[in-house]
């Protein structure tokens, strides 16, 4: 691998880490009333309040 190879293949399974975040997330809001939602998923971003 080529180390443009290299990079290439980091990025991309750093993003697909993010997409599996994301699409978690997506389905608590589906599964959850929106507060219940929106409280675990602040608890996952390390209890951070927006």
Same mark, same amino acid.
């Given at each position: 691998m080529t180390v443009k190879?290299? &990079? $290439?293949? #980091? +990025? +991309? &399974? @750093?993003? %697909? %880490?993010?997409?599996? @975040? +994301?699409?978690? !997330? &997506?389905? +608590?809001v589906c599964r959850l !009333?929106?507060? =219940? %939602?929106?409280?675990? $998923? #602040? =608890?996952?971003?390390?209890? =951070?309040? @927006?």
């Amino acid at each position: 691998m080529t180390v443009k190879q290299r &990079v $290439i293949a #980091s +990025l +991309l &399974v @750093e993003k %697909a %880490a993010e997409n599996r @975040e +994301l699409a978690y !997330k &997506v389905g +608590l809001v589906c599964r959850l !009333k929106p507060t =219940e %939602a929106m409280r675990k $998923i #602040s =608890e996952m971003n390390g209890g =951070e309040e @927006e």
